[in-house]
């Protein structure tokens, strides 16, 4: 199947970087939100994140212009019907995604491809409660989406060869990596990551270590571009604890209890980067390490 027509529902942290990659690709892109400022803060960033690939040489000015005229808005979802592939990027509440595939599948073309950027929910349950679960698949990207090289693809129990062949070619024309996952919980790169987040919160749970020698350690001694409190600060802990809770639920094994530490942090509302404080509290020039 040749895809052109993207839409991108929700134009959040994840949905905004979409809509970048893709249209620099080439591809015409439809961005929804329910949010009409959301849909105005995903253009100025995606102007901004352009203009810094300008800047650095790495696309040129046409290049930008082309891509940002690719690009339309709406807060109309059912404007996305006709697009040949859907990237569901809204936020992560399986009532929310489930209401958005019921409200957008009445005006898709029959041969249209629905994919999910969930970071969590089952792949196969959601492609269930479709008209098309042959042609429902997971389309986890990375944030942040214009650096980050991997893409997951994931397969539900019913997707069939030809939606995973042409999500496959719409991710080597991005220039990205795919890499193919089973519909199990948190796929390949959470599943590993978050446990080692976790015990990263163990190990200064129990006074093994402190923020800093915890996150130098993994820096310096197994070579991490960036430690593993420094990290979880960076993707929110509210998603890493919600990601730990995901392996726990889903898979029954102990090993995936989150850390009492982490629940704590989430409690106080101390979310990391995005709330300014986390296992670093970001309020002054510098990161300073919460404990
Ligand atoms: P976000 O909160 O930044 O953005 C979500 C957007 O969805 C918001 O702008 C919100 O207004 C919009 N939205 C909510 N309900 C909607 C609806 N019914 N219709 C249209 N838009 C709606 O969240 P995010 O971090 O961009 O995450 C989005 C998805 O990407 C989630 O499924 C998440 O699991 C996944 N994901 C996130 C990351 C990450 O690091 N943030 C990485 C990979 C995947």
Redesign the pocket.
């Known amino acids: 199947m040749d895809i052109q027509t993207i839409g991108i ?7 905004n970087g979409i809509a970048h990659v893709m249209a620099l690709a080439g591809y015409d892109v439809k961005l ?4 009409e400022d ?1 849909l105005r803060a995903a253009i100025e960033i995606i102007d901004g994140n352009l203009e810094r690939q300008v800047n650095r040489e790495k696309i040129s000015a046409g290049d930008k212009a082309a891509a940002m005229a690719r690009i339309q808005t709406t807060t109309t ?1 059912t404007d996305l019907g006709k697009s040949d592939l859907i990237i569901e ?4 509440r399986e009532t ?1 995604k489930q ?2 595939f019921e409200d957008l599948i009445p005006h898709l073309k029959p041969e249209t491809i629905l994919t999910s ?4 929910i089952s792949i196969t349950r959601l492609a269930s409660r479709t008209d098309r679960p042959e042609k429902f698949m997971g389309f ?4 942040p989406v214009p650096v980050m090289q991997l893409v997951e693809l994931i397969r539900g129990i019913a997707t069939d060869e030809e939606t995973f062949k042409a999500c496959a070619d719409v991710v080597e024309k991005l220039n990205k990596t795919a890499a193919s996952a089973e519909d199990f919980p948190a796929f390949i790169v959470n599943r590993i990551l978050m446990p080692m987040i976790n015990e990263a919160v163990y190990t200064l749970y129990e006074g093994v270590g402190s923020v800093k020698s915890i996150d130098s350690s993994m820096k310096l001694g197994a070579n991490h571009p960036m430690g593993p409190l420094e990290l979880a600060d960076f ?1 929110g802990l509210d ?1 890493c604890l919600a990601i730990m809770n995901v392996l726990h639920d889903g898979l029954a094994d102990t090993k995936y209890r989150p850390c009492p530490l982490l629940t704590k942090y989430v409690e106080a509302g101390w979310l990391g980067r995005k709330t300014q404080r986390g296992f670093y509290d970001y309020r002054g020039d510098e990161p300073v390490p919460t404990r």
Request: glycine share 10%; proline share 0%.
């Open positions: 529902v929700g134009a959040g942290q994840m949905g929804t939100d329910v949010s959301a979802l990027a809204a936020t992560e929310v209401a958005i950027n969930t970071s969590s986890h990207f990375m944030n993707i998603t």
